[in-house]
Structure formats: C-alpha cells, structure tokens
C-alpha cells in the first residue's frame, strides 16, 4: 500500500467488497440425479423405492466428488444442506451394508465350499438348494442396484471408472452364478456374490462418512447463526424476530453469552466478544462502540446494541461458508493427475481381465476358475480409494485453513505455496501496524505547527487514508481551530489538494514534491533525513507552490513481521517488502526485519511490475496484500494472498484470503500447503500402487504354488486401502500449524485443530 496515496473518500456502500482503502482508492465498489430407467426390471420391492430415490442421489454425489463438483448448481448457497446430504447418503449405504449382510447370512450357511472349508453342516429341507440363488438375487437387486445406477453416468460420459468395474464385477459374478443354476455341474459364485457386495457398502459407507466428517466445518459454520433475533423496536422495546426478517439498519440488543445475528457494528455497551470460530483468533476480541461485530460470534459477560449492516448472504460467515465450498470444490493439480489414473486404471484392468482369462481358458478347463479370476482381477482393480485419495486431503485441508483464519479460493495456488521461491509483503498494515500517529513536526519560518496542522487537517477533512486519521487526531487533540476546505481532489499516489482560505494546500509524500517539480528548505530536508532514518514517514505540507511544513509519521513493525521473516528463512524462501514509502523508510523497516530485497517509492500501478520482475528471474512469487488496492499484483503473483479483518472475506483477486491480519497465517499456510500435499502423495500411493502387486496376484501368477485370491478376499483388499487412505487422509487433522521453536522465532499462539 502507498502511504503517500491519497484519494476521494472511501464509499462504504459495500463494505464486504475489500479492506478499509489504505492507498485511499475509492472502493467501488446439476445436481442432476440419473432418471429411472424405465426399462429397468420391476423386481425391486416398492418398499425399496424410497431408498433407490436415494440411490440415484447417492450416484450423482459419488461422480460429483470424483469430478469435484461439489453440487454448485445453486451456486454453493445452500449451505445448510450440503453436510446434511452426505450424513443422508452415509445412512443410506449404511442401512444397505447391514441388511445385505443380515441376508447374506443363509448364503453363507448354505454354501457348500464354506461348509467344507469350515467343517460344519446346516439341516436341509425341501427346497433349502433354492435359498442361495434366491437370497443372492435379493443382495444382488437390494445392494447392487446403487454401484449399477452409479456406473451409468460414467458409461454415458465415456468416463468408465470406479463404478464401472465395480458393476462389471458383480454382474459377471451374478450372471455367471444364475447360469450354474440352469447348468448345476458349473460351481456358483453366490457367497462370493454377495460378500462382494457387502464388502463394497462397507467401503462406501465408510467413505461417505470420513466426506461428512471432513466437511464438518461448513455444518458448524451453519449452525453458529442463531435462528432469533431481538430487535428494538421505535419506541425502545425489544421483540423477538427470525434472523431472516432482521434488515439492514436494524438496531439488535445481544445479551450476555448470546450470539450476534448479523454483521453490524456497535452503537452502545462494552463486552469481549468470542470470534475463534470465524477468525481463529483464540481471546476474546474486546467491542466499544464504532466497533464491528461478526454474526454467529458469541457475545461476552456483556449487553450490546449493534446497528445490523449486514444480512443474509452479505454477512462475513455466508461469505466464508462460500469461500470454503468453492475451495472444496476447486480441482486441484494432484486431483486431475488422480482422475487421470482412475480412467487408466479401468483399462488397464479390463486388459488384464482379458489376459487372465486367456491364459485360465489355457491353462485349465475349469470355467468356474476362469471367470473366479476374472472377477478377482475386476475387483482388485477397483479405484474406490482412489477416487477418495484427493478429494478427503481436499476437504480437512479446507476446514482445517477456514478453522485457523484461512479461506483458500484456489486449490491449485494452494498446493503451489509449498513451492514458494519468494514472498512479496505490502508493508503497511501488513508488516506494520497501519496505525499512523504525528509524531514530529518541522516548519518554514513563515508559519507556526498549530498552524501546519489546522491546514493539513483542512485538506484531509474528506479523506479516510490512515495519515489522513492521523493528521485530523493530532489536530484535535491539541485543539487547534480547522479551518474550512474547498475543491478536494485526491491525486492519486501523490497526495492530496484543496482551498484553504483562498490558498492552494498541498499534503503528501516525497512524490508530491516531484510532481510539483519543487524542492524544500535544509531545514525540511534535514527534518525529513532524520526522520527516514528512525523509519518514519514525512509528508509535506506545500502552501501555493511553496513547502511550508514536514510532519514525522510514526508506523509501528508489529511482532509477527519478525517471527514471520525468521519462519520463512528457515524455510528458505526469500522475503521482498514492497512500499510506497521512500527508499529511507522502507530500507529502516527492512533492515530492523532482515527482509531480504526492498522495493520503495512504488505507486500503486506500478506493483504488478515488482511482482513480474521477480518472476522473470524464474521465482515462484507469492503476494501479500489488501486485496483491493493491491488488486493488479495479487492477481499477477502465483500466489494471490488477501490479508485483512474479518468482514473482509469477499477479495476477489486473492488465491487465499487470511481473515485476521496477521502476517504470521502466511508461514502457516505455506506448512499446511506442504503437509496436505505430503498427504495426497500418500494416499496416491496407498490408493493406486498396491494394484502394481494385487493385480498379477488376483490373476494367479502365483497359482503354481497354491496362492490364488477369491473375489471375496480381493474385494477385502480393495477396501483395505479404501480404509487406509481414510484413515491417512483423517491424521491431516494432526498437523501443528504452530510455528516451530526457531532460532529468534518464539512459539505461535492462536491456532486451531482441525476438529
């Protein structure tokens, strides 16, 4: 941000369009479930319709994780329902699982190869051989049916993956044991069948589960807006409302221990109000009046009355719900490579499907061992974990960033900060408190301070630029009379100017005086040398042409910049600072920092080039700014991070949005990046390389010396590392976002687990 830039006055017409305009720029502001078949045999049971409606849900949830859609056709508003769905897609396949287990049980009991194998034996009685095929066909129709209905999307888009092969595999299973029945000297598959079966709904309710529970953090985001209001009404009484009737304007009282039920701001009442759950800062954040507040916060041992400026899907949390949605959403670069594989898997199955059953049909005459390797070979090769790899890492990253402070908008920018070469910080209000006070001021001998100050504070009387503030409360608190200004105009990264008692008045920064084309006294330009080198800032005050006045502006480092320098040394990544400021202030900062490379005097339009200039050196370049104002250089950096306060959630032009405004979630984000991407590279591994042995194993290279796997046992394996790639992708949620004990660098505080 350019200190020195000074603009119209800020419109707060939309405030959740950026932060506060610190370079004084004006802020202007399908689901579609497969259709019944209609050819589809009627022998399902119409107590199971209900639950096949929910199967075709359960199909288009399933290709839409595959494909990470996430179900935005309303456009990632209906929040409410989004973890409710899969919670209902989880039952579904776990009423499944345990109904098709229970009827599987007589097929177990009456299977004459596990009778033998185990050594027991059940009483017969007439008709008992009949129990098998019809229990089977049962399991078939009630626990198939979804893996049938889920792989027709896939067959329609020429996309054969997961689902496909698990519908091959059955089907053949099933075909193949309903022949055995019209040719009884062929051997059955029906308790391969329909432990198969059971096996796959175990797995998928066990998927469906980790899903519900990794986006956890959107159903929580849902729930911490309270579903009334009290309003006060004209004549001082309050009245129970729905939060969806509260308006904009509207005056709220929050009682002690309540939540806030809208984005507003404070008009009466003192409290300490609880907004981990937003920002993931972990102390209360004290609220006076002018203060804003965050709805779904909880209200302290205080009373407030808050003036609603924000409802619906304005506030900071439907902004944050969005965010995090589009972030789960968002194809990454590891997802698309894990897409990629899953598509060569069903190929690469299918052939070595093809291949066994040449070389079975060679080797042995035995048809029942022939189409046992097949669908063991089916089976194995099923890409169920693999479609589950990226898109669980995807989800407890995204929580677990929103928990502490972090909405990503970009997934690939966020697997791309674990690569960082360099990192570009905005100084102020970034590495600096963004707190401006005068603290010194030097004159011409023409004119007094008190009377410097009345006519800076004239001139910035319409702006909001931090110095502005600064200037203005100088001014009244040293009680000096401003006089009244006229034609304001705001050059834009040189100053500002208006009539001051028919005077033209000047106030800006060094490029004022270059665009003025003047220069000022010894006295001024010793005031100011002094002054650059204590890292302050010096703006001048020029009366008709001439430099009357020069005020010493003090910007505070804060504590992080310190901590956050050292954590991204230690990770090797060089650190720019990036400043309108003169080369003496930014050079004072920089070096009290230890910041590696300093680019000062930058106006505005010029940041992108900063940006551009270290990429062309074959860096990778990460931004750091408000989002706004830093717009273009945001955009133009690999990784586009928007730092600001909590209501700013809706920067447009950032990969990655930092909630609180602190400089230390950068580090913290470059960890995350780093840990989620150790984790998808797992559970690639797990998920895809064990097929690298189980393949050749279900197609009996090791026959000769009595290894062969059933279809049951490598359906088992199948949901094995279904399991394992779950359960990898859930210790994601250990990872310790704290920055490490490094030498100078005292232990982060703040941050928040992932559950």
Same mark, same amino acid.
């Given at each position: ?121 059940? @009483? ?18 009630? %626990? ?27 089907? *053949? ?66 009245? #129970?409302? @729905? ?13 002690? +221990? ?14 300490? !109000? ?21 709805? +779904?916060?909880? $209200? ?47 190929y690469v199955a299918v052939a070595a499907a093809a291949v066994t059953a040449v070389g079975w049909t060679i080797a042995a005459s035995n048809d029942a061992a022939v189409i046992e390797r097949v669908v063991t070979v089916l089976v194995i090769a099923c890409p169920h974990a693999l479609g589950l790899a990226i898109p669980l890492v995807v989800a407890i990253n995204t929580s677990l960033a929103a928990r502490n402070g972090m909405l990503v908008r970009d997934r690939i920018a966020m697997e791309e900060a674990r690569n960082l070469d360099a990192i570009i910080f905005d100084k102020t209000g970034t590495l600096t408190e963004g707190e401006h006070g005068v603290v010194g001021t030097e004159t011409a001998d023409s004119i007094d301070d008190e009377e ?20 203005? #409360? ?7 009379? *401003? @006089? ?40 001024? =330009? ?6 650059? #080198? $204590? +890292? ?8 008709? %042409? ?28 060089? !650190? ?8 003496? !202030?930014?050079?004072? /900062? ?33 931004? /750091? ?6 717009? @273009? ?6 990784? +586009?991070?928007?730092?600001?306060? %909590? ?9 990655? &949005? ?9 580090? =913290? ?13 797992? $559970? ?28 049951? &046992? ?8 279904? !399991? &394992? ?9 250990? /990872? ?20």
């Amino acid at each position: 941000m350019d200190d020195h830039d000074h603009n119209q006055p800020r419109n707060d017409e939309n405030p959740s369009e950026g932060h506060p305009n610190h370079d004084h720029q004006s802020t202007t502001g399908d689901e579609t479930g497969s259709t019944e078949d209609e050819s589809e045999p009627q022998v399902e049971q119409s107590m199971l319709e209900e639950e096949a409606t929910d199967a075709n849900e359960a199909e288009q949830t399933i290709e839409d994780k595959h494909e990470h859609q996430m179900d935005r056709e309303d456009g990632g508003h209906d929040h409410g329902d989004h973890g409710g769905m899969h919670e209902g897609h989880e039952e579904m396949f776990r009423r499944r699982f345990f109904i098709s287990t229970l009827l599987s049980i007589p097929v177990l009991l009456y299977s004459e190869m596990l009778q033998e194998w185990l050594g027991f034996s059940v @009483p017969a009685f007439p008709g008992s051989e009949w129990i098998n095929p019809i229990f089977a066909v049962i399991v078939f129709g009630y %626990g198939g049916l979804p893996f049938l209905r889920m792989a027709i999307p896939e067959l329609r888009d020429r996309s054969p993956g997961m689902m496909t092969l698990i519908s091959m595999a059955i089907s *053949v299973a099933f075909v193949y044991s309903l022949a055995s029945v019209v040719f009884p000297t062929q051997s059955a598959f029906f308790w391969e069948l329909v432990t198969l079966i059971d096996i796959m709904l175990l797995g998928h309710w066990i998927e469906m589960r980790s899903v519900r529970r990794a986006q956890s953090a959107l159903d929580e985001l849902a729930q911490l807006m309270p579903d009334t209001a009290e309003r006060i009404t004209d004549d001082g009484e309050t009245e #129970e409302v @729905p939060v969806s009737d509260l308006s904009e304007g509207d005056l709220v009282l929050v009682r002690p +221990g309540a939540s806030v039920p809208a984005d507003g701001v404070v008009e009466e009442g003192d409290s300490d !109000v609880n907004e981990s759950m937003i920002t993931g800062e972990s102390m209360p954040v004290s609220k006076e009046p002018g203060d804003e507040v965050i709805g +779904g916060t909880i $209200n302290g041992d205080g009373s407030l009355r808050a003036r609603i400026e924000a409802t619906g899907e304005k506030t900071t949390l439907a902004g944050i719900m969005r965010l995090v949605e589009e972030a789960q959403g968002s194809k990454s670069q590891t997802q698309v490579l894990a897409d990629r594989a899953a598509g060569w898997l069903f190929y690469v199955a299918v052939a070595a499907a093809a291949v066994t059953a040449v070389g079975w049909t060679i080797a042995a005459s035995n048809d029942a061992a022939v189409i046992e390797r097949v669908v063991t070979v089916l089976v194995i090769a099923c890409p169920h974990a693999l479609g589950l790899a990226i898109p669980l890492v995807v989800a407890i990253n995204t929580s677990l960033a929103a928990r502490n402070g972090m909405l990503v908008r970009d997934r690939i920018a966020m697997e791309e900060a674990r690569n960082l070469d360099a990192i570009i910080f905005d100084k102020t209000g970034t590495l600096t408190e963004g707190e401006h006070g005068v603290v010194g001021t030097e004159t011409a001998d023409s004119i007094d301070d008190e009377e410097a100050l009345a006519l800076a504070a004239a001139v910035e009387g319409d702006s909001e630029h931090m110095i502005a503030r600064a200037i203005r #409360e100088a001014a009244a608190e040293r009680g000096v009379s *401003v @006089p009244k200004a006229e034609g304001f105009e705001a050059m834009k990264g040189r100053g500002v100017r208006a009539r001051v008692s028919g005077d033209e008045v000047y106030v800006g920064g060094p490029n004022l005086l270059t665009y003025l084309d003047t220069d000022v006294s010894s006295d001024l =330009r010793r005031f100011a040398d002094e002054a650059g #080198e $204590n +890292g302050q800032t010096v703006v001048y005050v020029v009366r008709n %042409g001439e430099p009357i006045a020069a005020f010493a502006m003090a910007d505070v480092i804060r504590e992080e910049s310190y901590r956050v320098v050292d954590a991204l040394h230690e990770l090797d990544i060089e !650190v720019a600072m990036l400043t309108g400021d003169s080369r003496d !202030v930014a050079n004072a /900062v920089a070096d009290e920092l230890g910041i590696d490379t300093v680019f000062a005097e930058v106006l505005p339009e010029d940041k992108d080039e900063k940006v551009q200039e270290l990429q062309n050196q074959g860096k990778l370049v990460a931004m /750091v700014g408000d989002g706004v104002n830093d717009a @273009p250089a945001l955009t133009r950096a690999d990784v +586009g991070i928007a730092i600001g306060s %909590g209501t700013d959630v809706a920067v447009q032009s950032a990969d990655v &949005i930092l909630v609180q405004n602190n400089p230390m979630d950068v580090a =913290r984000l470059v960890k995350l990046s780093k840990a989620s991407y150790r984790k998808m590279q797992e $559970n690639i591994v797990w998920a895809a390389g064990y097929n690298v042995f189980a393949i050749p194993l279900a197609a009996g290279v090791l026959a000769p010396i009595g290894i062969l796997l059933s279809p049951a &046992i490598g359906a088992l394996l199948m949901s094995l590392s279904t !399991v &394992i790639v779950a359960i990898n992708a859930q210790l994601l949620r250990r /990872v310790d976002l704290s920055i490490p004990s490094l030498p100078g660098v005292s232990p982060a505080t703040g941050t928040q687990p992932a559950d």
